[in-house]
């Protein structure tokens, strides 16, 4: 009979097996240490990444604020502009209008001038909400007057007692636009002197309830335009 515990048997094998494992020495250490390397890797690209990124995003915020308040300080500008020069075109109109027209051909007059200022404020820009309410408030009441000079036309061509009540109606239109021409100039007045003009004032003839001006000199408190 065969020796089954000879070099057939299952001793040897195993026993090279055990050299096999033991082949490659350190190789679970080496594994970890690529892992390892590899991860710190990934860590310090984020974070340079991080590092590079955040001062980009924050220069290109900072110069959309401003190029957004250069803008609006050039459109303060010129709705200021716009408003003083209405107030030059319709002030005597204005004034007239307190009072019931002499004939429909002062009433006609008023409504040609009022029509023209109007047309200065046809396709505003779009600006910072501060700005918009100035001009959306004087565009608003030169649209009133116009209404109102209308009213005067049809009062104008009435007679006797009705040529009077419409007259009234047109009258309390016109106040009513001077009071909202009063809010407007109030609002771009703050915001030239937030955008560093100092005080400029763009009022029309007081009426009742109107805002009327500050006490401020014309350019008061005027400074560099920030950023």
Known sequence: MRDRGGPRGGRGRRAGGGRRRGGAPGGDAFRRGLLTGAGAALAVGALV???????????????LREDSARRDREQVVALTTTAKA??????????EMAEPPADAAQAAAWSATLAVAASAYDDPPSGETATNVARGSLAAAVDLLVEAAATAEVAAGLDGAERAVVGERAAAQRDLAVRVWSVGATQLDA????????????????????????????????????G
């Not at 991080?50 to 900072?62: D, R, T």
């Not at 209405?86 to 004034?95: C, P, S």
């Open 191 to 226: 915001v030239n002197v937030a955008a560093g003009n100092g005080h400029q004032h763009a009022f029309l003839p007081a009426g009742p309830g109107a805002l009327t001006p500050d006490a401020a000199p014309e350019g008061e408190g005027a400074t560099a335009p920030p």
């Open 86 to 95: 209405t107030v030059r075109d319709i002030a005597g109109v204005v004034e």
């Open 49 to 63: 990444a991080v590092v590079v990124w955040a001062p980009l995003g924050g220069s290109a915020e900072q110069r």
